[in-house]
């Protein structure tokens, strides 16, 4: 066909549509459908994939394999533990021993000292401050006065507002007229009951008479007879009653190492009595472990105070005397703090005296429990725990619900529950009859002295200037380093025994 033939034809078509046709080839088309591909097909990138694909695979061998995961660790702890154990050493109380009180095995002492004192390194003369966080802020839990402040700091002369009690007075054996001659009461040590010439034989109308508050206070308070054993030497007896200012502490049966004071100051030095209170049984054990007494009496700074005819078959109940019964030790001492044979006193006595009593205008500081809060609660736990007789858990408990000792975990908005490893006091009348009935509880029923705080504190209404601490106030006053070893029990000198 021409090209004018065309031509015309495509006029012809023109005219007859009203439109303008284009005529596009095949590989034009082609190149366009491509174009609008590459378009719209946005190209991923390589790694994108890789870590998809990765993750997608991690994934699935977690989904399968997650129990391994969780059992192969915990094995492997429990593995660690075991072989732990397995290494500790417990001390061994041989036949020797029960034929002799006073003999001590250098085999088991050394065996179960190995092993304490692993326990113990870590904790020993550490003098780092003990913090908390208080509304966001980190502070220290104990803030005591700078050294050049406790240099000069003077012991207040006394308080001197009014009190409830200006007098205690002591029962002695020539106070009770049922009680004919000194041996009487050797009888009365039975099973039953734990008192005996020490601690005078306390009736119940007695115990409940002796919390009415009145101006002269008379009351069992221990030392009842000459003859009712705690004897010490008059050497120690002189030095004891010339101390105003005393930090002391026990370990009797031979249970725990002796832990020097540190972080005090040259004024407490020169102001301060450390005394420590021993048996014949732990002056034995510490000169085998190299730590022998002086010519002058004294460890390092701790006086040693070597005690004869311990009273009670129950080495507890024996420390009980030192740590409740300082103002019967020390008549003329104006202030006392108790520290556990188990801790290392690391502060300045007179910095924490003016930081935990005279700063807040108390009489009588003490740690609070820092596991629990009822005394019904803590009773649970010494039964579960071994700690006491069940049956005399319970006689104790029966006599508080008796009383009516309610179930509140606070009382007068401090925890009513104490630790009582620290006790920092002021030895007034008040203060000391306080201490005299709650040693009188632990004689009557169990040794555990949480258990008859909170009883004491109830009936004694008037004792109100407490300051009860917290847990962290006291990791700041002593290092802990737990109690290293069993303490040996005795034979009663009434020839009866007691459960440690």
């Not at 046709?21 to 994108?48: H, N, T």
């Amino acid at each position: 066909m021409s090209s004018s033939s065309m031509f015309s034809n495509n006029n012809n078509n023109n005219n007859n549509n009203n439109s303008m046709s284009i005529s596009v080839s095949d590989d034009e088309s082609d190149e366009l459908g491509r174009m609008r591909v590459r378009v719209r097909r946005k190209r991923k990138k390589p790694g994108y994939r890789l870590k998809n694909e990765f993750t997608r695979r991690v994934y699935r061998k977690l989904v399968r394999y997650w129990t391994l995961l969780i059992f192969i660790p915990a094995a492997c702890l429990l593995i660690f533990e075991a072989s732990r154990i397995g290494r500790k050493s417990s001390p061994v109380v041989t036949t020797d021993y029960i034929q002799n009180p006073n003999f001590v095995d250098s085999d088991s002492t050394s065996i179960s000292k190995s092993g304490s004192e692993k326990k113990s390194e870590g904790n020993l003369n550490r003098l780092d401050p003990t913090t908390r966080v208080v509304g966001g802020v980190r502070q220290r839990c104990l803030k005591l006065l700078s050294p050049e402040e406790l240099e000069h700091l003077d012991i207040p002369s006394g308080n001197e507002s009014p009190i409830p009690v200006s007098r205690v007075v002591y029962m002695s054996e020539n106070d009770s007229p049922f009680i004919s001659g000194a041996a009487i009461l050797s009888g009365q040590h039975t099973e039953a009951t734990k008192f005996n010439l020490f601690t005078g034989n306390q009736t119940l109308d007695q115990r409940d008479n002796s919390f009415k508050v009145n101006e002269t206070a008379t009351l069992h308070c221990g030392f009842y007879s000459e003859n009712g054993g705690f004897i010490f030497s008059d050497e120690d007896r002189n030095y004891m009653d010339d101390c105003k200012v005393v930090v002391s502490t026990c370990a009797f049966g031979g249970g725990d190492d002796l832990y020097q004071p540190i972080g005090m100051s040259e004024a407490s030095l020169r102001k301060v009595c450390y005394v420590a209170f021993w048996d014949e049984i732990t002056v034995a054990s510490q000169q085998l472990a190299g730590h022998r007494i002086g010519d002058d009496g004294f460890i390092g700074k701790w006086r040693i105070v070597v005690v004869r005819d311990l009273p009670f078959s129950d080495q507890r109940l024996n420390g009980k005397i030192p740590k409740m019964l300082a103002h019967r030790l020390f008549p003329h001492a104006k202030y006392s703090i108790w520290v556990d044979s188990k801790s290392q006193f690391r502060r300045d006595p007179l910095g924490v005296l003016e930081a935990l009593l005279w700063r807040s205008n108390s009489v009588l500081a003490i740690s609070e429990h820092g596991a629990r809060s009822s005394v019904y609660d803590e009773a649970k736990a010494v039964v579960k725990k071994n700690k006491a007789k069940p049956e005399e858990v319970e006689v104790q408990l029966a006599q508080y619900r008796h009383d009516g000792l309610p179930e509140d975990k606070r009382f007068n908005g401090k925890k009513a529950l104490a630790e009582a490893s620290v006790i920092v006091r002021e030895h007034t009348p008040l203060t000391n009859m306080f201490m005299c009935l709650w040693f009188n509880e632990v004689v009557r029923f169990t040794s555990r002295d949480q258990l008859s705080f909170p009883y004491v504190l109830w009936r004694l209404k008037v004792l109100k200037n407490i300051n009860m601490f917290p847990v962290c106030t006291r990791k700041d006053l002593v290092n802990s380093m737990g109690h290293l070893r069993k303490a040996k029990p005795l034979i009663s000198r009434f020839g009866d025994t007691e459960m440690l």
